[in-house]
Structure formats: structure tokens, C-alpha cells
């Protein structure tokens, strides 16, 4: 179940009170190996969350640990997701979170408590890449919940410790099987039929714009109605929108213009409360550089290597040719073969050798 060169006994699993967590629970059980559960609180609201798994935890008969991260997420997370957004980017928070809070918290507890290994219920496989010897993500064979695109920044020495029971399960399997074990929420509800986790935990119901007019990011920028013009990309004003943070790069719909043409945002600023629009030929590009790089499977991307890249998390991997660049702080160009549409500054491009990720980066403003 583990790349390391030694086999894991007593293993920590981050447990959310799901059915995902859950199941890599009993799964490690039925391997034998002795299992302790950990809840990060991230928020308020995250001591219910912990209540209910540390519930199902006794169920399981395994003791339970809450940590409450609550100062380091602020700071690690929450702080510099709505900075970026000041910026006029699109910033994927879970990829962050994962490497800096979630397994570092994870990890560190493990630690203390003389655990060899943690374990959560992503759907992604961890391994060694054949060709470098080094450790990297590689995609689930769960299709659609395959998870790789939101853990690409976890490093070496993380994932020499970290397990991914539900590596190569589909969802109904695991439904299944929680539904066979008889477990139940503390409502009495199956834990077989609890619904799957938003993707951004800490915002309810995913309506990212409150929680950032609630944090007061964006200043007289971020109030309601606080309208901006919308330009071409002769820089012609063709209409007005009511805040440049709100859009993504790529968006179609939320702004009105005196055109019968289908337009989508291709750039947005935060600080003139602009954003630029154009025709889906115009939001296709051909070329992006990465910053902020981690190299996973491969230490750097040799000129003309022939990989495939994800530009956001729903994306189907595209066939590209990459390159670290020399000189520059080991960022990378990739070259698509056919244009894809609208790479949002701030989103991360994942980039992989088949199924093995080999290096990650976050696409930067200005598309070569």
C-alpha cells in the first residue's frame, strides 16, 4: 500500500466524517494495520465536522484527534487566497492547503503520536516514477474523481509517508462498502449516503463572492454594485460590469454589452475595476509560461519533452510540448498542440508523463 521501503503499521487518517475518509479507515483495519483518526478544524464551524467523525471514528474503534488549525489556516490559506484575488487572479485554495496545512498538520501529528504513516480518502494512487526513482502523484483510475490536479504540490518527503487507500475504487464501490459496514452519522443518517464534500471546504456552499465581500478584500472595489467598465481589446469601454474581482478568466456570462457576439473575459484588474473581453478565438491560447514550479516525478522538464497538460481541474489532459526554462527561477513553457481555451492566471497546469504527474506550476499573467 505504500511506495517507502518500509511496510506502515500504525497509520493516521484524516477523517472529515464522510464516507471517503471513512472507508480508507476501515480499509487500513482490514489490512491490520493500527489506525488513529485526526479532524482539522479550520473554522467555527469545523468542531460539528470534528464531532461527527470523531463519532464514527468510535464506531470504527479507532481513538480520534481533533486539531484545531484554525491561526495557521488564516494565515496559510484564507489570507492569501482573497490577495490573489486582489491581484486579478483565479486561485485554486485546496492546492495550497494541501502540501502547507492539511498533510504538514497531518504529518506533524502522526509524529508525535509515533505513527509511521497518514492516510486520507483522496482518489489518487502515490508511487515511484519508473524513469527517475523519484515519488509522485499518479492518476486514479476512478475517472471523473480522479484528484492528482489538487495534491501536485505535495513533496517528497511527504509522499514517502503518505497513503491513498481509495487509490484505484470508484464511488459506488465505496458507497457500498460503507453501507455493508452499517455505519451511521450522529443524526443516524448512513454514512453510505452522505453527499460528496464542496470542493472549497472552508466556503459555504461555494459562493466564493461573499466570502470575500465578507472579508472586506477588495475595498470600495468589492462593494455591491461597485460598477467598472468592460473594454475590448483595443481598449474600447463597451459596457459596464459590477466588480472585475468577481470574474474569471474565460467567464461568458455576468456582464452585458450593445453586441450580438459572444464574448468572454480574457483579462481582468482588480485595481482600475476593469476587465477585458473578447471572441472565443481570442481566449484560446497556444502558449503559457509556469511559475511558483514544483517538480514531482521528473527534477526538471528536458527541451521537446512530449507530455500532457491540465489547465484546471475539469480539463482533459492535453497533449503539449514542455521545457524548464534556464535562468528563470526553473519555471517552464508549455506549447500545446491546438490552442486551449482561456488559461487563468493563478490556476495551476498540471503537467503529466502519462499517467504520472512529473511537474506543476501556476500559469502566470502574460501568455507567451
Known amino acids: 500500500m505504500s511506495p517507502a521501503s518500509f511496510p506502515p503499521t500504525r497509520v493516521l487518517v484524516g477523517m472529515s466524517g464522510g464516507v471517503d475518509s471513512t472507508c480508507a479507515a476501515a480499509l487500513l483495519l482490514e489490512a491490520g494495520l493500527a489506525v488513529e483518526g485526526a479532524t482539522l478544524v479550520v473554522d467555527d464551524r469545523g468542531f460539528a465536522v ?9 464506531q470504527l474503534g479507532v481513538p480520534h484527534h481533533t486539531l484545531d488549525v484554525r491561526d495557521r489556516f488564516e494565515t496559510l490559506v484564507a489570507r492569501p487566497f482573497s490577495e490573489a484575488y486582489l491581484q486579478g487572479k ?8 494541501n502540501p502547507m496545512l492539511k498533510f504538514d498538520s497531518l504529518l506533524a501529528q502522526a509524529e508525535r503520536l509515533g505513527l509511521d504513516r497518514v492516510a486520507t480518502g483522496h482518489y489518487v494512487a502515490v508511487g515511484v516514477h519508473p524513469a527517475t526513482g523519484r515519488f509522485c502523484l499518479s492518476r486514479s483510475r ?3 474523481k480522479d484528484q492528482s490536479y489538487f495534491l501536485y504540490r505535495l513533496s517528497q518527503s511527504q509522499l514517502a509517508r503518505i497513503l491513498f487507500p481509495l487509490a484505484h ?27 460528496d464534500s464542496q470542493d472549497i471546504c472552508f466556503i459555504p456552499d461555494g459562493d466564493y463572492r461573499t466570502y470575500l465581500q465578507g472579508r472586506d478584500a ?107 526554462i534556464e535562468g528563470d527561477g526553473g519555471e517552464i513553457e508549455v506549447v500545446f498542440d491546438q490552442p486551449v481555451f482561456a488559461p487563468a492566471p493563478g490556476q495551476s497546469c498540471v503537467l503529466y508523463d502519462h499517467e504520472h504527474i512529473v511537474a506543476v506550476g501556476l500559469i502566470r499573467e502574460e501568455a507567451l
Open 218 to 324: 477588495f475595498g470600495d472595489n468589492g462593494k455591491e454594485g461597485a460598477s467598472g467598465w468592460i473594454l475590448d481589446v483595443s481598449g474600447k469601454q463597451i459596457g459596464k460590469h459590477s466588480g472585475a474581482w468577481q470574474f474569471t478568466v474565460g467567464q461568458r456570462k455576468g456582464f452585458e454589452v450593445k453586441t450580438t457576439e459572444r464574448l468572454y473575459v480574457l483579462s481582468k484588474n482588480t485595481q482600475s475595476n476593469t476587465i477585458v473581453v473578447g471572441s472565443i478565438e481570442e481566449a484560446m491560447q497556444q502558449r503559457v509560461r509556469l511559475e511558483d514550479v514544483v517538480y514531482s516525478g521528473w527534477p526538471q522538464i528536458p527541451p521537446g519533452s512530449r507530455l500532457q497538460a491540465k489547465i484546471r481541474s475539469v480539463a482533459s489532459p492535453a497533449d503539449c510540448t514542455a521545457a524548464t
Open 142 to 144: 476512478s475517472g471523473m
Open 169 to 195: 475504487m470508484d464511488k459506488p464501490a465505496v458507497r457500498e462498502m460503507a453501507a455493508r459496514k452499517g455505519l451511521v452519522t450522529t443524526s443516524g443518517q448512513s454514512v453510505s449516503d452522505r453527499k
Open 50 to 58: 470534528a464531532e461527527e467523525a470523531a463519532q464514527i471514528a468510535s
Open 90 to 97: 483565479t486561485p485554486n485554495p485546496c492546492v495550497m492547503c
